[in-house]
C-alpha cells in the first residue's frame, strides 16, 4: 500500500511539473504571483523571498519557449557573402 502511494505521489508531482513548464507564459506567470503571495499570507516566506520565488517560478523553460530565450534566430541577418565567406573554405588551405 505504502509503494503505491509513493508511486502516486511521484506520477503526480511529474504531472504537474509537465503542466507547470508546457502551459503559456501568461498563466505561468499569474499562477507564480498567486502562489508565492499565498505562501508569504502563509508566513512560509518573507516579502523579498515571495518576489524572488514569483520570478523564478515564472521563468521559461530552455525548449519550447523561443520567445525569451532568443537563441532560434540571430539578432541580426547575416548577409549572403558574409555566409558564404563562413561556409567556403580558404583558398590558402587547398594548396597544402
Known amino acids: 500500500m505504502a509503494q ?3 508511486v502516486g505521489l511521484i506520477v503526480a508531482a511529474a504531472a504537474f ?3 507547470w ?3 503559456p507564459a ?3 506567470r499569474g499562477a507564480a504571483q498567486k502562489l508565492a503571495a499565498g505562501t508569504q499570507r ?3 516566506i518573507d516579502e523579498e523571498r515571495a518576489k524572488e ?3 523564478s517560478l515564472a521563468k521559461t523553460s530552455g525548449c519550447g519557449s523561443c520567445d525569451a530565450c532568443g537563441s532560434c534566430a540571430p539578432k541580426t541577418p547575416v548577409k549572403q557573402s558574409q555566409a558564404d565567406q563562413a ?3 580558404s ?3 587547398h594548396g597544402r
Open 4 to 6: 503505491q502511494l509513493i
Open 17 to 19: 511539473y509537465a503542466v
Open 21 to 23: 513548464r508546457w502551459m
Open 26 to 28: 501568461g498563466w505561468r
Open 42 to 44: 502563509a508566513g512560509l
Open 53 to 55: 520565488l514569483a520570478t
Open 87 to 89: 561556409v567556403s573554405p
Open 91 to 93: 583558398p590558402s588551405t
